[in-house]
């Protein structure tokens, strides 16, 4: 039995429906292994603005930093996508939340669901059993070096910048990560053009020597690219730094098909905060079929990283399996051989994983 205290911030848009289908599955864990969770909920986003007059208040973030774990939704408004001038948006909330809860790695699960190969652009022979995990670097490089223009104009420029504290911090995690899976680290740099790629090649090749169980790979970054999509299941963990890793995950989420289906943490040294990889999806908010998937496996990611419970995440995975196995699918993951009567709404498989749940 363990006590631990969630924030749920649901945001904007299919983030309200998305994470209240998170939030039952977090419920449902802590009945069936006894844990007592207490929830707080808290506005970001659009929401926030128009209730608070500011994307992320001071006592939302306080709530945060004082909680155990943080499940987010999306944030962002159409109001706002046409309108550059506007002062307030809702991703100042979203990078507020990042920044003052020291998010330097962002975990990103690639795992191919083998009932969803067809749903892929990739070949299936080249995808099954693809199962990869990113580390993503979220607080350095040319996003937050020092940038401006120079020549009157003419010439711009954005400094990457990275100090061995700062790869020590993400690469010891990949690391670890790489013992509790199959061994093998991919560091995916620029060492051959870039002195901060020199730099964090050095310090994972001496971290190395910490873990002499552990396989590892130093790869340049564009060979990465290439590598993702022509043999993806030859990567276990990926670390990367921010740039390549924002470049190189987008690319990656082809290989499990759908958006709906993808989760993310970002951790630092104390709240971390659990999310789907998509946004607010005003496409389809209030029609009920966005897929909750991505926020069941935010749960998912939350329970085994936050919270060490390796199995009480597991069974969230297998729910999740065990339903797409019966062939239920949300209108996103559906192809030409779903059954009409199986593709459901987002309430709808929430539901059955709840059922899933107390039958496992
Ligand atoms: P999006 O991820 O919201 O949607 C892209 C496409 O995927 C849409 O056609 C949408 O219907 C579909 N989709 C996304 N999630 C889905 C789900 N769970 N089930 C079924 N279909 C799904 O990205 P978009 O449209 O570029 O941005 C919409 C808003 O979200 C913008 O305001 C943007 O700034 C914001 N955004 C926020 C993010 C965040 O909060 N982390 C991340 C990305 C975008
Ligand atoms: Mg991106």
Redesign the pocket.
């Known amino acids: 039995m363990a006590q631990k205290h969630i924030v749920i911030a649901p945001?904007?848009?299919?983030?309200q429906e998305?994470t209240a289908v998170g939030k039952k599955v977090v419920e449902k864990i802590a009945a069936k292994f006894g844990h007592e969770f207490t929830y707080d909920e808290v506005l970001i986003?659009h929401v926030s603005i128009e209730a608070t007059g500011s994307p992320l208040t001071d006592e939302a973030l306080e709530t945060m930093r004082n909680s155990d774990a943080v499940l987010?939704?999306?944030?962002?408004?159409?109001k706002?996508?046409n309108d550059p001038t506007a002062q307030m948006r809702?991703?100042q909330g979203?990078f507020r939340m990042r920044k003052e809860l020291g998010l330097y790695a962002n975990l990103r699960p690639i795992k191919l669901f083998d009932e969803l190969l067809g749903a892929s652009s990739i070949k299936p022979e080249v995808l099954k059993g693809a199962d990869i995990l990113f580390f993503r670097e979220l607080t350095g490089d040319v996003y937050f070096g020092e940038k401006g223009r120079k020549n009157n104009g003419d010439t711009a420029f954005d400094m990457a910048e990275y100090s061995r504290y700062e790869v020590e911090r993400i690469a010891r995690k990949a690391f670890d990560a790489a013992r509790t899976r199959r061994k093998k680290l991919c560091s995916a740099d620029k060492a051959n053009v870039m002195e901060t790629g020199r730099l964090w090649r050095e310090v994972v090749q001496k971290m190395s020597l910490d873990y002499p169980d552990i396989e590892v790979e130093h790869q340049y970054a564009d060979a990465t690219a290439m590598l993702l999509i022509k043999d993806p299941r030859r990567f276990d963990v990926i670390v990367t730094a921010n740039l390549f890793g924002d470049i190189l995950t987008d690319e990656a989420s082809q290989i499990a098909g759908?958006?709906?289906m993808l989760a993310s943490a970002s951790i630092g040294d104390g709240t971390g905060v659990y999310?789907?990889?998509?946004?607010?999806?005003?496409?389809?908010t209030g029609k009920g079929?966005?897929?909750?998937?991505?926020?069941i496996l935010s749960v998912a990611l939350l329970l085994d990283i936050s919270f060490g419970m390796k199995e009480e995440s597991e069974l969230v995975i297998k729910a999740v399996d065990n339903l797409l196995k019966a062939g239920y699918r949300?209108?996103?993951i559906a192809d030409s051989q779903t059954a009409a009567d199986k593709i459901l709404g987002t309430e709808a498989i929430g539901k059955l994983v709840l059922t899933t749940l107390d039958e496992l």
Do not use: K, Q
């Open positions: 945001g904007d848009g299919i983030g998305v986003g987010f939704g999306a944030v962002g408004h159409p706002y996508d809702p991703e979203l759908s958006m709906g999310e789907p990889i998509h946004g607010s999806a005003h496409d389809i079929v966005a897929n909750p998937i991505a926020s949300t209108r996103d």
